[in-house]
């Protein structure tokens, strides 16, 4: 078995040739790992375009909704931005870098003479900014959602939630 048939995937191939080549070892797990990892580089490139479109990386898009979606004054410290994104301090400084540079957000030390309190406050122009993005990510959400019915969403959800609880 050289190609994919009708009605299989990559993945099929994949474990086909393992059950012939390794009998001795259970490949069943790799019919939802290898399918979701699959899954998840193809949503991520679908995800990215929409980021692509305003200029943005999907690190600066993520760093942005957490500052738009933290309320007004929209802002928050570097390690809260850190730990909100899941990014390094190191790697959210140079994102905070990158976005100060084109304007979106500003470093500021209101109320404080201690430069450890710096917070990051997204600009008017960064507000606009995530705000016509995230409009934007959420309709090619939909859509790609869409690809599924109602009730398989419905089912899929609690299952990755309790998934991803488990890791």
């Excluded at 009605?7 to 191939?13: A, F, K, P, S």
């Excluded at 690190?59 to 500052?67: K, M, R, T």
């Excluded at 960064?126 to 016509?132: A, N, Q, S, T």
């Amino acid at each position: 078995m050289n190609g994919v048939s009708d009605g299989e995937d990559h993945v099929d191939l994949i474990q086909s040739q393992w059950r012939r080549e390794r009998p001795d070892v259970d490949v069943s797990p790799q019919g939802v790992i290898g399918r979701l990892h699959r899954l998840a580089l193809a949503l991520t490139e679908e995800l990215v375009e929409v980021y692509r479109d305003f200029g943005l990386s999907e690190g600066e898009f993520d760093l942005l909704c957490a500052l738009r979606r933290s309320g007004e004054p929209f802002e928050c410290q570097p390690s809260e931005l850190a730990r909100l994104t899941m990014v390094t301090t190191g790697g959210t400084t140079k994102r905070i870098d990158r976005l100060e540079a084109s304007g979106f957000v500003v470093r500021s030390t209101a109320n404080s003479p201690d430069a450890r309190a710096k917070r990051i406050r997204l600009t008017d122009r960064g507000r606009h900014l995530i705000d016509e993005a995230f409009t934007a990510h959420m309709a090619n959400e939909v859509r790609l959602a869409a690809m599924l019915s109602v009730h398989d969403r419905e089912t899929l959800e609690p299952i990755l939630k309790t998934w991803l609880a488990c890791l």
